[in-house]
């Protein structure tokens, strides 16, 4: 059995499937985020233009935050490492960044801060998706909800019993819609709901 991440499976692109690749971010990758800009093709359309300086505000934030717990020591950069460092410390709270990449775009496609709690549940930070996809200029869909549904399989892998996490006013919809249930500032996903998403990719990756 193929270990659970990385992980390759189809979002769509414009209406064709196209194959992309999540994995556990360097902190070299999480660095690159930093320097996302807002497209200049979106300075006529305010809407779009928002939600582009969100996903670039999101990463910088992942950033700052990330650098944190890359200079403690307690950052990870692959599932081997967090699950050595869950190991050696069970109690302890440590950090990983997650990516998306594909060889027909030429940049990460978007990611997540996660933090793995002193009670073993991860806690999303932030998810973003690159400002070229979230401000609609590529016809590039399902990168956020793939993210998220990855987060699932990692947390079945280490048995962890909920993945939750704050919902903005943009983003209490998505959480609300893919869950099935009300979401206002906050989200919980618990372990029926974690076994179905991670099964969910899991078919993805077969079909991929």
Known sequence: MPPPIPISF??????????????????????????????LELENDSAMQARAADACDFA???????????????SAESLVSL???????????FCFN???????FPDILGGALVRRT???????????????ISGKL???????????RSICIIASHLGCERIW????????AFYAHHLNRQVKD??????????????FMETKRRAS
């Open 10 to 39: 189809a979002v769509f692109r414009g209406e064709e499937p196209a194959i992309v690749t999540l994995d556990f971010s360097s902190d070299a990758d999480v660095q690159a985020v930093t320097r996302w800009q807002v497209p």
């Open 60 to 74: 910088c934030f992942a950033a700052k935050r990330w650098q944190h717990y890359f200079e403690t020591g307690t």
């Open 83 to 93: 699950q050595r460092m869950i190991a050696t410390d069970a109690e302890g709270e």
């Open 98 to 104: 997650l990516k998306v990449t594909a060889d027909w």
């Open 118 to 132: 002193w009670c073993h549940h991860l806690m999303i930070d932030l998810l973003f998706v690159h400002p070229a």
């Open 138 to 148: 590529h016809a590039v869909r399902n990168v956020g909800i793939s993210i998220f």
């Open 165 to 172: 996490g704050e919902a903005t006013r943009d983003s209490a």
């Open 186 to 199: 906050e989200f919980f996903c618990e372990t029926t709901d974690i076994r179905s998403m991670a099964e």
